[in-house]
Each structure stands twice: as C-alpha cells, then as structure tokens.
C-alpha cells in the first residue's frame, strides 16, 4: 500500500502545488500480515515441536563430541547432513530482530548463509518487500531443506526475492555477490563463520549490519568482529547472537 501526498488544494497567489509523491505506508507489515504471519506462527511452532534435543543423532553425542562437531571445519557437512529433517531456526526474537534491523538500514541487498526450512530468509525477504524490494541470495547445502525452504518461500508470497543458491557456501558465495551488501546473516556451520565473512567481508558497505546466530560456537569469529583494529562495532544479543556493524 501507497500513501500519496497530495499538492496542496490552495493555489492561490501563486503558489507552486507540492509534487505528488509515493511512499510505503509504515504501519504495514509484511511480517505481521496473512500469508506470512500464520505461516510463521505454524513453522515455529513445528520447529519447537522437533527439537535439536530429542533428535536421536544430537541425544547420542557427548557435549564434548558435539562441541566438536559444531567446531569442526571439515566435519561440517556429514553433521548438518544428519539434521536435514530438523529446521535449526533463529528464535522468535531473532527473526523479528532481522526484519526490524534490514527495515531500519532500509536493506536493498542482503546474504544469508544458512537457510535451512527458511525461517530466517521469511523474515529477511519480507523486509525487503516492506523497503521496497531487494534481493537475498541465501544459501544451502541439503537439497531436501533447499526444497522445504522454497516451498514455504513461496506460500509466504517471497520466493520473487530470494536467489537460492545450493551447495557448500565457500562455493556458492566465492563469485557473483553483489557489489555492495546492506546485511549479512551467519547461520550456517558455525566453524565457517571467518570464511564465510572473509568472502562477503569487501562488499559489506559502511553501516552495514551482520548477525551470527549461535557465535559462540566460533571464537575465532568473535574475536575478529570484537577486535578494535578490525572495523567493527560488536554487541552480543540475547545470549548467544551477536550483532557487529561494519564502520567506514
């Protein structure tokens, strides 16, 4: 929906009228709205039904063997590859954080890695339809995820927005990125957080914002994004997400 400013109705004495202009209603929301919001409610409420702790692969490791897993940079995909029936979302509040940071930077371009069922990618996607339009080039490995995620893409009315692209992301984000990048997602093999930005690093713009889900699985990432000289502001974020800005 448009809202449309009108030229002003007294044209007397000369006065020049106001050029007609169109702007996005703010108080509408993608998020908030049918398709996509009951398609939101109905997949958290799936994923909290299937939780990562009652799956038989995660409740038969050690919390040390997972830990190791999770900080594997070569085991990754034989592990992920094990949760392909779970949907390994972002929490509830970070979803709404992702579409009120992408709204808030008016986020026109923005790379996710990690899709999974797309839960996260709903959100990003509807942000940019609430700016205006965009484009998400995400990322997947499991092609029965990459199915799911499509699927639920598209009866959130969003799949016009999103590029998919299957496949081990340090392939898949190595070329054709965007020249210049307004939000980057991490949340894919924790481990590849380093080299995942190391690939996006050079078009992140000034400002531009980047979420890491889970980083506390990946020191290395932390101490890169925290560090003073590496042109980042860094904040954690409801425990385990941790929100850097890109400066100039």
């Known amino acids: 929906m448009m809202r449309i400013e009108r030229p002003t109705d007294s044209l007397h004495h000369g006065a020049t009228p106001r050029p007609i202009r169109l702007e996005p209603e703010m108080d509408t929301s993608t998020l908030t709205t049918a398709p996509l919001a009951p398609l939101l409610d109905r997949l958290f409420r799936e994923a909290d039904a299937a939780s990562p702790a009652t799956n038989p692969v995660m409740a038969n490791l050690s919390p040390q063997e997972r830990e190791r897993l999770m900080r594997s940079k070569t085991d990754y995909l034989d ?19 992702l ?7 008016r986020a026109r371009t923005i790379v996710e890695f990690g899709m999974s069922f797309g839960i996260s990618t709903l959100h990003l996607a509807a942000a940019l339809r609430d700016n205006g339009g965009g484009r998400l080039i995400t990322t997947e490995f499991e092609p029965s995820k990459v199915a799911r995620a499509r699927a639920n893409l598209t009866a959130g009315g969003l799949v016009d927005l999103v590029e998919i692209r299957e496949g081990d992301a340090l392939r898949t984000l190595s070329a054709d990125l965007p020249e210049t990048v307004d939000l980057l997602l991490l949340d894919g093999a924790k ?37 003073p000289h590496k042109g980042y502001l860094s904040t954690p974020f409801a425990g385990d997400v941790e929100i850097s800005q890109r400066l100039g």
Not at 79 to 97: H, I, M, N, Q, W
Not at 99 to 105: E, I, K, S, V
Not at 198 to 216: M, Q, T, Y
């Open 79 to 97: 592990f992920y590859g094990r949760l392909k029936d779970l949907a390994l979302p972002v929490s509830r509040e970070t979803g709404a954080l």
């Open 191 to 227: 481990a590849l957080y380093p080299e995942i930005l190391s690939l996006v690093e050079s078009h992140l713009k000034p400002g531009a914002f980047i979420v890491a889900d889970n980083a506390d699985h990946s020191p290395e990432y932390l101490a890169h994004v925290r560090s």
């Open 99 to 105: 579409y009120m940071l992408a709204r808030g930077c």
